[in-house]
């Protein structure tokens, strides 16, 4: 046993020395990750949101909040993968979202439409999406960044009862119809900032 330790003494001390200096050399390496903090964003066609933030992981960011698009208030719910810890990075994003009943009747006065029999039928209309996107971060990855993303959106657009619209765009009043479901693929973008508090 001597002879074991008197021969591969000095491999057991570097051995042991490097144990020690790990935990060290890891505490040296700079502040921990923040893990939380608050992102807002504004874009086209899903609105304004403002989501709390959870980075459980450097290369996972998850974010969900309350949304509005003008018309309606709505919630959703979101998942960022970026492979890239640098000052300009990418980022792969997907999002869902749900934005509750609201009226719609604006968005015809805009259009310059004023619209009598559907008036009732529009004011109830809720609006579903999901998303994915490619991104592009810019700032620290540890404290702020900015982002632009672009991508695409599937969105369903929902009237309860749409019979009063049909009736009013037929111009004939014995039409009747349940439900109106409107769906499209469309191109979104998105522009905001993050800040990780802690």
């Excluded at 001597?2 to 021969?7: F, S, T």
């Excluded at 042991?16 to 502040?31: E, I, M, T, V, W």
């Excluded at 403002?50 to 979101?78: D, E, I, K, M, Y």
Aim: glycine letters at 10%; aromatic letters at 10%; one cysteine or more.
């Amino acid at each position: 046993m001597r002879r074991l330790l008197r021969h591969h003494g000095a491999l057991l001390t570097c051995l042991l020395a490097l144990a020690a200096a790990a935990p060290a050399s890891a505490q040296d390496d700079g502040p921990q990750l923040r893990k939380f903090g608050v992102l807002l964003d504004a874009g086209a066609p899903h609105g304004v949101g403002l989501s709390a933030v959870l980075r459980p992981l450097p290369w996972l960011r998850l974010q969900a909040g309350p949304t509005t698009n003008s018309l309606s208030f709505g919630l959703r719910g979101g998942v960022s993968i970026l492979p890239l810890q640098t000052f300009i990075a990418p980022s792969f994003n997907a999002e869902a979202g749900h934005y509750f009943g609201s009226d719609y009747n604006d968005v015809v006065d805009w259009l310059g439409s004023n619209p009598s029999r559907s008036a009732e039928a529009i004011s109830d209309v809720t609006y579903d999406y999901i998303g994915g996107s490619v991104g592009l971060e810019i700032g620290s990855a540890k404290r702020f960044n900015f982002f632009l993303h672009l991508g695409l959106s599937y969105v369903s657009l929902n009237v309860d009862d749409a019979s009063a619209l049909i009736q009013d765009v037929a111009d004939d009043p014995d039409v009747t119809a349940r439900n109106l479901s409107v769906r499209a693929t469309i191109p979104s973008v998105k522009l905001g900032f993050l800040l990780y508090f802690f």
